[in-house]
């Protein structure tokens, strides 16, 4: 526990957030400054007041209800004592963190003709100064008022209509909001914007995948690059040693059809390393070369040092853990970390390429990891004490069809339909905990099935998970043994984040209409 | 889900076109005429006629039905052949429309677009589906070739399907309720089920956020005192599990107070072979299901 700054903030004036309190959240572990808790992407707390000897006392604290239907994806940020989330339908809100009443509560009134894949989602939103961002479903950037929720500008970062919308938190960099979009469902393409806090002004654009004349371009066929996908829909991360932000892109469109884009096409399932004062390329890392089956590498990218190697982890969607130099975007080794059937070899460099017959076909191609991936866009956790990387793994194969698909702008563009598998063996899950070093896994835990929730790690010795039975579970951080669950009655789809208040740790997680914490009695 | 405030499907016949503002008289007699329009567009598909549509149909229907009701619509595992002439829940433009746009509550058929893992239909997609539908469709089911009153006997009597199953609320309980299985089942999975149970298990309990359903495992269990149970999973997380045994009793347990706990994929239902069950007899037991289900 960091007892010094536990009492200090909250008989105080609320102090704004800074670009520097940002970069310094490690010094005030209270509360969670961002989608991942820090810039490292590593969802740790240094909180340890609950730990390993008391988890199996934690009780609900208070409970928040959205009455929202479908998935409830946000992680809240927590700052001197207000919690800020978001619900289904660009729904935000501001709590009295330790009570749990609402302050303010803002709904955004959507056009009936927003279509967005895979649920009504948002997953968090991002602080600088007297303002909270929001990503909405109909592709705009909204700076909202953090103490009214009062909107202060609404910037349009591109036409929904074509399929694009946003689902991620925006994550904050010296005075610049970034955003990624969503749509590779729908043959859009892909970009990462960042916008001028104060007022809402776009300051640069990355698309993800490169206009004629650039470098990378001519991994495209014909004009598929204008409808190509690469959508970047999960919160990047900033080193602030080199001034590089790390992003991470989706798959190539059509999702499951490769005819009509042959080559690599860039930069589809990449790691991106971005200049964020203008959204500069200084390198790339591709996962899935010219992908057909919708591996996108949407994992955050979680940086890590290790004496002088400065690392980025990926457990990627496509079932391998990738351990890169973020220093130039060299892979340093790839394991897989779940079944894995597409690929049976690595080129000189060590990059897994995928195998000939793995691609989707008319009847349908068998195929691990399956559509979902071995890991989605739920959360991973490095625990620095531990060093160990942990991770929700989902073991489902599936067989991939593909087919022909005209593109209609705004339609949906996959090119396929897969199904699941005609195994004996029902699908599984586990949090995987892998030792960055080797990538090879330390310890599991077993889910009855495949699970959406993310993985919370803290100074406590503990990792905190859910699964899709509905329980929210405390294990040890070393070993995996539970200490705790509690069943919060619908299947999580969520990464879990952790804060304090008057001295007294907390840990939450939004589970079907409801934002649940818990603590000690 | 969506809610009543953000209907999915916008409908483009309703929107006035800009020009008509010019002319109020041909604006009350244009509205007039979309309204009319529209209400058709209800009852019956707008692109009947449209070759193309079945076409694009079969691209959202691989996207979007294709996951539970096979390709070529033929059935899957979990939902039903709709190849077929009759539709359970009604055959008409309309009556289809409503089943791919609302769902069929109580059942795994969910609201267009609220499975929340893809991308939901325009109202145009779904027509386009209907259309794809219509073209694979056969004209009249073939009658059953079995005798659905002997079914009847046998499923009551010497085959003992009865002592498990319930239909129309007679039977037992720790099979699944077969009064729909005749309507929502192709054939061919009907016959599987009986002659290898085990090679598909059927689905029990799902759950509104759950990606998979719970499914008919079989389940042996030795209590901290010595007593032994044996009988079906009816759903299961880490650390519980909720079993009825095959007298019929529900047991609540805490995985980690038992002695032992088994689960297995083989189905605790007999495998009908032609021994048991001759290929007659499975024929008129069939045609039994499916009279039912045509109820």
């Not at chain 1, 740790?44 to 007041?49: E, G, I, N, P, V």
């Not at chain 1, 191609?365 to 991770?391: E, H, I, K």
């Amino acid at each position: 526990m960091a007892p010094l700054v536990l009492c200090g903030r909250l008989s105080n004036a609320r102090a704004q957030v800074t670009p520097q309190r940002l970069l310094d959240s490690a010094k005030e572990p209270q509360n969670w400054l961002m989608y991942s808790g820090d810039y490292a992407g590593r969802r740790f707390s240094a909180l340890d007041q609950i730990n390993a000897s008391n988890a199996a006392m934690l009780v609900p604290k208070w409970a928040y209800q959205t009455m929202a239907g479908g998935k409830f994806e946000t992680t809240p940020l927590v700052v001197d004592g207000i919690l800020y989330g978001t619900g289904q339908d660009n729904r935000a809100f501001a709590l009295d963190a330790r009570a749990g009443r609402p302050i303010w509560q803002y709904q955004r009134a959507l056009a009936a003709d927003i279509r967005p894949c895979c649920g009504r989602v948002n997953r968090g939103m991002a602080i600088l100064g007297d303002k909270v961002f929001l990503g909405t479903l109909d592709a705009h950037v909204l700076a909202l008022d953090a103490k009214t929720g009062s909107v202060v500008w609404d910037a349009t970062a591109v036409d929904y209509r074509k399929g694009y919308s946003i689902t991620l938190a925006p994550l904050v960099i010296k005075n610049l909001v970034l955003v990624g979009v969503s749509g590779g469902e729908y043959g859009i393409r892909g970009f990462i914007d960042a916008y001028h806090a104060a007022t809402g002004e776009r300051k640069w654009r990355f698309y993800t995948i490169p206009g004629p004349g650039e470098p990378g371009h001519d991994s495209w066929e014909g004009d598929s690059w204008k409808i190509g996908g690469a959508p970047a829909w999960i919160t990047g991360t900033y080193d602030l040693a080199t001034n590089t932000t790390f992003w991470t892109t989706g798959n190539p469109s059509p999702s499951n059809r490769g005819e009509g884009r042959s080559g690599d096409n860039l930069y589809s399932d990449s790691l991106l390393a971005l200049d964020p004062d203008t959204g500069k390329l200084k390198w790339y890392f591709q996962f899935s070369k010219h992908d057909e089956h919708d591996y996108d590498a949407t994992q955050v990218p979680v940086m890590v040092d290790q004496g002088d190697r400065h690392l980025i982890l990926q457990a990627n969607r496509n079932g391998f853990f990738y351990v890169i130099d973020r220093t130039n975007g060299k892979l340093e080794f790839a394991n897989p970390f779940a079944k894995v059937t597409w690929s049976d070899s690595k080129d000189t460099s060590g990059v897994p390429i995928a195998r000939k017959d793995a691609s989707p076909t008319l009847e349908g191609n068998r195929v691990c990891p399956g559509a979902a991936g071995a890991t989605n866009w739920m959360s991973p956790a490095y625990d620095p004490q531990t060093q160990l990387f942990y991770v929700t793994a989902r073991e489902q194969c599936d067989v991939f069809s593909t087919a022909p698909q005209p593109y209609e702008a705004g339609h949906a563009y996959y090119g396929s339909a897969y199904f699941p598998n005609d195994d004996a063996v029902p699908f599984t899950g586990a949090l995987r905990a892998i030792d960055p070093n080797t990538g090879k896994l330390k310890w599991e835990w077993k889910h009855p099935s495949p699970t959406w929730s993310g993985v919370l790690s803290t100074a406590g010795g503990l990792v905190f998970t859910g699964d899709a039975e509905g329980n929210f579970i405390a294990l040890e951080a070393a070993s995996g043994k539970a200490l705790w669950h509690f069943q919060c009655g619908a299947s999580v789809y969520s990464s879990p984040m952790s804060f304090a208040i008057d001295g007294k740790q907390y840990v939450a997680v939004a589970v079907g209409s409801t934002l649940f914490t818990f603590g000690l009695p | 889900m969506h809610s009543a405030k953000n209907p999915r499907l916008p409908d483009p016949l309703k929107q006035p076109p800009v020009w008509a503002a010019t002319c109020f008289t041909c604006t009350l007699l244009l509205m007039m005429g979309l309204f009319t329009a529209s209400l058709k567009a209800q009852d019956k598909n707008p692109f009947s006629a449209d070759p193309k549509a079945a076409k694009l149909g079969e691209s959202q229907f691989r996207a979007n039905c294709a996951f539970c009701h096979g390709l070529g619509a033929r059935g899957g595992g979990r939902g039903p052949d709709l190849t077929r002439a009759r539709k359970r829940r009604g055959n008409s433009d309309a009556d289809l429309f409503r089943t791919i746009n609302e769902g069929v509550p109580g059942t795994a058929m969910p609201q267009n677009g609220a499975t929340q893992q893809g991308v939901g239909m325009t109202e145009e997609e779904i027509w386009q589906v209907i259309s794809y539908i219509r073209s694979v469709e056969r004209k009249a089911d073939a009658t059953a070739i079995g005798n659905a009153a002997h079914g009847k006997e046998i499923f009551n009597g010497t085959a003992g399907c009865s002592t498990c199953h319930m239909i129309q609320g007679k039977g037992g309980r720790i099979g699944p309720d077969l009064s729909a299985t005749g309507a929502t089942r192709s054939t061919d999975y009907i016959v599987e089920s009986l002659r290898s149970p085990s090679r598909r298990l059927a689905q029990g309990i799902s759950e509104a956020m759950k990606e998979f359903s719970q499914e008919y495992e079989t389940v042996k269990v030795e209590t901290a005192d010595g007593q032994k149970f044996i009988g079906v999973v009816l759903n299961e997380d880490h650390f519980t599990f909720q079993m009825m045994d095959t007298r019929e009793q529900i047991h609540l347990f805490e995985k980690d107070k038992l002695r032992s706990f088994e689960k297995s994929r083989e189905s605790l239902m007999p495998v009908y072979d032609q021994k048991t069950l001759s290929d007659k007899d499975l024929q008129d037991v069939v045609a039994y299901l499916l009279a039912v289900g045509a109820q």
